[in-house]
């Protein structure tokens, strides 16, 4: 499913974070140290290579609702966007903390002339957020966001299972 608002595309598709060969920037659901992982930090830890963890070093620990852009080495993008969502029931105000990974890594695209990025769901996995309050929140701000972007043309969500899918669908349309 395919959509456009205020000039941006926004895409829902299924499929692996790890090779989204026509995305310039892809987004990590990261962990607080921008290490490897399970989930979305594990396939893109793994297809970068080791170099990726070591290019995060430097901005290690972030904090909930916080984003930071690295090179993407072996992964087929040119950057990775990562950030840290709330752990859902821990890190409150939960809505604003996932909206603001969202801000933010759309602010550090646009800042580094980045036209296209892909978005997991964040905090969906191990970090516990219900699949529909996140997609909700996420497309929400997403599509409020795209009042303040120039260079960024494409927005695509990468859903892991036909379930996501569905429910982003649902909520988009
Ligand atoms: N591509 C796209 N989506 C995926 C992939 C993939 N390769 N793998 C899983 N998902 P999670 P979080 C979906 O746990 O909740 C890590 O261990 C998955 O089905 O990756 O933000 C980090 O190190 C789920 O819907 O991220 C952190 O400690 C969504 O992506 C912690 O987990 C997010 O699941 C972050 O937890």
Redesign the pocket.
């Given at each position: 499913m395919e959509t456009e608002i205020n000039g941006v595309i926004i895409e829902l598709r299924k499929?692996?974070?790890?090779v989204q060969e026509d995305i310039e920037a892809v987004v990590n659901?990261?962990?607080?140290e921008l290490?490897?992982?399970?989930?979305?930090?594990?396939?893109?830890h793994r297809a970068a290579g080791p170099k990726l963890a070591e290019a995060g070093q430097k901005y290690a620990p972030i904090h909930p609702g916080e984003a930071v852009i690295t090179p993407a080495f072996n992964l087929p993008n040119e950057h990775v966007i990562h950030?840290?969502?709330p752990?859902y029931g821990r890190d409150k105000p939960e809505d604003k903390l996932l909206a603001s990974c969202y801000t933010e890594a759309l602010k550090l695209a646009e800042e580094h002339g980045i036209k296209s990025v892909a978005f997991?769901?964040?905090?969906?996995?191990?970090?516990?957020?219900p699949?529909e309050e996140a997609a909700s929140q996420a497309l929400e701000t997403v599509i409020k966001q795209t009042e303040e972007l120039y260079v960024v043309k494409l927005i695509r969500f990468?859903?892991?299972?036909e379930q996501?899918l569905r429910t982003y669908r649902e909520i988009l349309s």
């Amino acid at each position: 499913m395919e959509t456009e608002i205020n000039g941006v595309i926004i895409e829902l598709r299924k499929g692996d974070i790890s090779v989204q060969e026509d995305i310039e920037a892809v987004v990590n659901a990261a962990n607080a140290e921008l290490k490897t992982g399970g989930g979305v930090a594990g396939a893109i830890h793994r297809a970068a290579g080791p170099k990726l963890a070591e290019a995060g070093q430097k901005y290690a620990p972030i904090h909930p609702g916080e984003a930071v852009i690295t090179p993407a080495f072996n992964l087929p993008n040119e950057h990775v966007i990562h950030c840290l969502g709330p752990v859902y029931g821990r890190d409150k105000p939960e809505d604003k903390l996932l909206a603001s990974c969202y801000t933010e890594a759309l602010k550090l695209a646009e800042e580094h002339g980045i036209k296209s990025v892909a978005f997991p769901a964040i905090s969906t996995g191990a970090f516990g957020y219900p699949l529909e309050e996140a997609a909700s929140q996420a497309l929400e701000t997403v599509i409020k966001q795209t009042e303040e972007l120039y260079v960024v043309k494409l927005i695509r969500f990468v859903l892991f299972d036909e379930q996501a899918l569905r429910t982003y669908r649902e909520i988009l349309s």
